[in-house]
């Protein structure tokens, strides 16, 4: 199994976003999953925009965006709960990290499907 981000090259068998979990980023993944398949959760619509600073402006918003080091993409402590990540207390990890969400759901229907 291989995980990305959006734009990269790779077969999309699975897309998961955070909105479908109810998590506080937006954070599109996708994974290319080998010898097996499973139905992709549905996409919930976007409830609004990424709050943070854009262009010298304000947005408020139901998400963060977790990545880089600039200002304005909220707190260490704001990026822990968007992603569900109460024990990383490190920037550069927590950009770095899959939601653990995600990796349960894929767990879950790996799991499933080598029992098959």
Not at 46 to 72: D, L, M, S, T
């Amino acid at each position: 199994m291989i995980e990305n981000v959006q734009g990269a090259t790779m077969r999309r068998d699975l897309t998961l976003c955070g909105e479908t979990f109810g998590l506080g980023v937006i954070r599109h993944r996708y994974f290319e999953l080998g010898r097996w398949s499973t139905e992709a959760p549905e996409h919930a619509p976007h409830r609004g925009r990424v709050a943070g600073y854009r262009h010298g402006q304000w947005y408020e918003g139901p998400y963060f965006a977790v990545y880089g080091n600039g200002g304005g993409k909220g707190s260490v402590e704001q990026w822990q709960t968007a992603m569900g990540i109460d024990w990383l207390d490190d920037r550069v990890l927590l950009a770095e990290a899959i939601p653990p969400a995600y990796t349960e759901f894929v767990g879950a229907r790996l799991l499933k499907a080598v029992t098959a």
